[in-house]
């Protein structure tokens, strides 16, 4: 257990539903992300929040919709989803002035889109 | 730009043997971070090790070493007397000084420890 917690593990969905990723951490960082990891492609940062601010969307389409409503829990709402958006997707936090210890990041959502 | 290079995707070992984990990075910043992680199975990366850009000094924990060579941009890791629990991906990031706290990582190596 790494203190970051994503619900659910696996979420199957059509093209047409909403859904919504959870994190949740229970480190007391101020930094929280989201980044897509699909198969062999490098990592790809989508959100970045500081103290519950959007600091960073790296042209994520709008399909993806981030939420951060304390410092606590970290959405990712979806909507008309493709294909491609098939993945997992990780949380990560981190605490800026203690980041000997790097970031810490949760098991993932895998995620498929049919 | 930010680039970090695992030219390795796939490594197949035997138990007992060492293997070296390569990572070359591109960066124009002088003030850098350079981590490596680890991705079981199970799917979250663990953290191993984090090296800011003015410490070269080499680094040993365990089984686990780490190269880190300024003038190749080089940030290897080597595992000596590989196990079977050490099979997973391994990612090296890369991080800018200031600004955005975001990691710029490498595809990734899949290492497979076999009996």
Redesign the interface.
Known sequence: E?G?TQTPRHLVMGMTNKKSLKCEQHLGHN?M?WYKQSA????E?MF?Y?FKEQ??N?SVPSRFSPECPNSSHLFLHLHTLQPEDSA?Y?C?T?Q?DR??????????T?LTVV | AQK?TQAQTEISVVEKEDVTLDCVYETRDTTY?L?W?KQPP??????LI?RNSFDEQNEISGRYSWNFQKSTSSFNFTITASQVVDSAVY?CALRMEGG?????????TKLTVNP
């Open positions: 790494t970051v930094a992300y062999k492609k490098p990592l940062l970045v500081n600091t960073e790296n997992l990780l990560a981190s800026p980041e000997i210890y790097g970031y810490t990041f949760g098991s993932g895998r | 970090v971070y981590f992680y199970s799917g979250e990366l663990v953290f984090r990612f955005s706290e975001k990691l710029v990582f490498g595809k990734g």
